[in-house]
């Protein structure tokens, strides 16, 4: 029985005229006739799980049966590693974000190249970062924060979910902007950690990703969020300014989640893992599941804006990066 290459192979001698057709109805055949295997970059219960769960369970009815594998280590860039250099024929993917693509691009300290040796498939969802204090700290709002920083030099810090994360990354933004380098940046293992010491008040600030847990206690007045540095106000926050809206320029840092192939996985494979996307975040109950855990949804689904989006993020990014410098080594 010939294996799934040699379809594919024989689909590129298909007669003239009906190619690509023919090309396309074997891939949509054959692909998958076994279980997909989602690579997750963190521990398990992390923010990643709350996107790939719901995603998996959708595609049970649009492509099969896909099994997820929690790999984490090195701020998720071995476990992209190991997808990069997979077998690239759909059956291995990535729920990669910005911590595997932005920020090791810039730093050149992933073994592999994220614009070059992974293929985006489809954006999901975004991730804005909240800057949030302990109620005990006397700021009402972001500029309060940035003028109490000032008048109480070096007396401050903040956390973040490890080093080189996206929350240390916008937090390193926040004092570049502002000027204020005397906050000491302390990272934590994780989200989770990070706000148990936030609302116990072992630390005055944090900069983490917006969660269904950060929203909960900001409304129970645990926490303070000050601002989300989104571009606009979020769906499931929509009374917390933008950093921008309280009057800091350029404070714009949201992560991003997104499914990733290795190089060379065949294009038919990419779009078709894409069209069964998009179907999926059509579904208001998916999206609905996703905006209560603090995501928003990113609807442009296709691989070509997928790449786009990515390439902008690089783009925009690593001159920031390169200016914070060793701070997120």
């Known amino acids: 029985m010939p294996n799934r290459r040699d379809v594919l192979t024989f689909g590129c001698f298909s007669l003239a005229g009906g190619a690509l057709t023919l090309r396309g109805a074997f891939a949509q055949s054959k692909y998958p006739d076994h279980s997909i295997k989602l690579v997750i970059p963190f521990a398990p219960g992390g923010a990643t799980d709350a996107i790939a769960r719901p995603w998996a369970e959708k595609m049970k009815a649009l492509l099969g049966p896909v099994f997820m594998e929690n790999q984490g280590g090195a701020g998720g860039l071995l476990a992209a590693a190991a997808v990069?250099?997979?077998?690239?024929?759909?059956?291995?993917?990535?729920?990669?974000?910005a911590s595997q693509v932005l920020i090791s691009t810039a730093g050149n300290n992933a073994p592999y190249d994220p614009l070059k040796d992974l293929e985006p498939i489809s954006i999901l969802a975004l991730s804005a970062m909240t800057i949030a204090v302990h109620p005990s700290?006397?700021?009402?709002?972001?500029r309060e924060l940035i003028d109490y920083a000032r008048s109480s030099p070096g007396t401050l810090s903040y956390g973040s979910s490890g080093v080189?994360?996206?929350?240390?990354?916008?937090?390193?933004?926040?004092?570049?902007?502002?000027?204020?380098?005397?906050?000491?940046?302390?990272?934590?293992?994780?989200?989770?950690?990070?706000?148990?010491?936030?609302?116990?008040?072992?630390?005055?600030?944090?900069?983490?990703s917006v969660n269904g847990q950060v929203l909960q206690l900001h409304e129970a007045g645990k926490l303070r969020m000050l601002a989300v540095t989104a571009?606009?106000?979020?769906?499931?926050a929509p009374d917390v300014l933008t950093a921008v809206e309280a009057g800091l320029p350029g404070m714009?840092?949201?992560?991003?989640?997104?499914?990733?192939?290795?190089?060379?996985?065949?294009?038919?494979?990419?779009?078709?893992?894409?069209?069964?996307?998009?179907?999926?975040?059509?579904?208001?109950?998916?999206?609905?599941?996703?905006?209560g855990s603090g995501f928003e949804p990113h609807l442009d689904s296709s691989p070509q804006g997928a790449r786009r989006f990515v390439e902008e993020e690089v783009g925009r990014w690593i001159p920031i990066i390169k200016g914070i410098g060793s701070k997120l080594e």
Do not use: C, W
């Open 137 to 142: 700290l006397p700021t009402a709002n972001l």
């Open 164 to 208: 080189s994360t996206m929350s240390h990354l916008a937090g390193e933004l926040f004092k570049s902007l502002t000027g204020i380098t005397g906050i000491v940046a302390i990272p934590y293992k994780g989200g989770g950690p990070l706000i148990a010491d936030l609302i116990s008040g072992h630390i005055p600030i944090a900069v983490t």
């Open 84 to 97: 990069a250099r997979a077998n690239p024929d759909g059956y291995t993917l990535l729920l990669g974000s």
């Open 231 to 236: 571009p606009t106000r979020i769906i499931a």
């Open 252 to 291: 714009i840092a949201q992560s991003f989640f997104g499914l990733f192939a290795p190089a060379g996985t065949p294009k038919t494979i990419v779009e078709q893992i894409a069209d069964a996307t998009q179907s999926a975040m059509a579904d208001d109950g998916l999206r609905q599941k996703l905006i």
